[in-house]
């Protein structure tokens, strides 16, 4: 069974810092891979997708993630974070023949500092 | 376009009660998931519908959560009788179709507190 691992429960950042999210996850297949946002009170909002093709995928809100096979990571990048940015992050894992059925990580908790 | 819409957004309840939420997905989503969000854990799924037919439900505590979606459109979940356990947000989901790499939508949830 496919499994996601986001090693960090809580992160904080300066506001104006880079930010970067680890997520890992195991797979044999080509995963299909996605970041979720979820502020206080809110579903989730999704970031950003990979399916296949460009390693490098660009999301919304100034995020982008890379997909690395060799090291099974996803990790979401920031280069400058707005302290609107703070809010719950998740990582999820679906594959082919999955019947689109989602496996998400724990979370990473972000918190902005002014 | 309308997203997912889901009430009540708060319920208290004690245990051993019974309560029922409510989801209407995006206008034309053929599949429909609810998912059970513990306090500090990410999404887990309960039931995936495709229409009104359940495509999984293998994660369902059947003995005592149930669902439907008679026409296809709207769903209900429901909890009989509630644990303290179940205190959590139920999280309705909706996407295009089954197969192939359709996005899910969220609804805002329904956060259930059980005492």
């Known amino acids: 069974a496919q499994s996601v691992t986001q090693p960090d429960i809580h992160i904080t950042v300066s506001e104006g810092a880079s930010l970067e999210l680890r997520c890992n996850y195991s797979?044999?297949?080509?995963?299909?891979l996605f970041w979720y946002v979820q502020s206080p009170g809110q579903g989730l909002q999704l970031l950003l997708k990979?399916?296949?093709?460009?390693?490098l995928v660009q999301g919304i809100k100034g995020f982008e993630a890379e997909f690395k096979r060799s090291q099974s990571s996803f990790n979401l990048r920031k280069p400058s974070v707005h302290w609107s940015d703070a809010a719950e992050y998740f990582c999820?894992?679906?594959?082919?023949?999955?019947?689109?059925?989602?496996?998400f990580g724990t979370g990473t908790q972000l918190k902005v500092e002014l | 376009e309308a997203g997912v819409a889901q009430s009540p957004r708060y319920k208290i309840i004690e245990k051993r009660q019974s309560v029922a939420f409510w989801c209407n997905p995006i206008?034309?989503?053929?599949?429909l998931y609810w998912y059970q969000q513990i306090l500090g854990q990410g999404p887990k799924l309960l039931i995936q519908f495709q229409n009104n037919g359940v495509v999984d439900d293998s994660q369902l505590p059947k003995d005592r959560f149930s669902a439907e979606r008679l026409k296809g459109v709207d769903s209900t979940l429901k909890i009989q009788p509630a644990k303290l356990e179940d205190s959590a947000v139920y999280l309705c989901?909706?996407?295009?179709?089954?197969?192939?790499?359709?996005?899910?939508?969220f609804g805002p949830g329904t956060r259930l507190t059980v005492t």
């Open positions: 797979y044999g297949a080509t995963p299909y």
């Open positions: 206008s034309g989503h053929a599949t």
């Open positions: 990979y399916f296949s093709g460009d390693t």
């Open positions: 989901a909706s996407s295009l179709a089954v197969q192939g790499t359709y996005e899910q939508y």
């Open positions: 999820a894992v679906g594959y082919t023949g999955g019947g689109n059925k989602l496996t």
